[in-house]
């Protein structure tokens, strides 16, 4: 399983490219903010990309999704706020690249994400699950 370090779509060169069935988990860094942002390229125009996140309880959530310009550029096409366990959104895709990060509500708690990329048939899904660290 991969583990990626990039904190936020606005450094978008460090964020962590998804390639179908192979999951990435990502963990807090050492200042406590959440790895959280990841790229997904070669999505055919006038599909949608289907966004999935969890939690094992419910728990303040966003997931932001942009749409990618260049190497280093990308626009917020969405913001999805949930305060429950799970969130689901769909995003309808023009061709360029995707973005998203997943920013929780309390980043005092620890925990991890694993995100998974599954190409089913035309449209691509996502599933994000987010988890306490267990104890050491």
Known sequence: MAVGTASAVEDLGQCV????????ELQLDEKGQWAN??????????SEVEITAMTERNFEHS?????VNGASSADLVGEYNSVRSLTQVSVPQNGNGLAFDVVPGDVSSAKNLKVQYLMMG????IVIEMYNQPAS
Do not use: H, K, M, W
Not at 17 to 24: F, G, W
Not at 37 to 46: D, E, S, Y
Not at 63 to 67: A, C, I, M, Q, S
């Open 122 to 125: 035309s449209s691509p899904q």
């Open 17 to 24: 490219e998804l390639q179908d069935r192979q999951p990435v």
């Open 37 to 46: 942002c990841f790229t997904l390229n070669g999505i055919a125009a006038g």
């Open 63 to 67: 997931v932001n999704v942009y749409e």
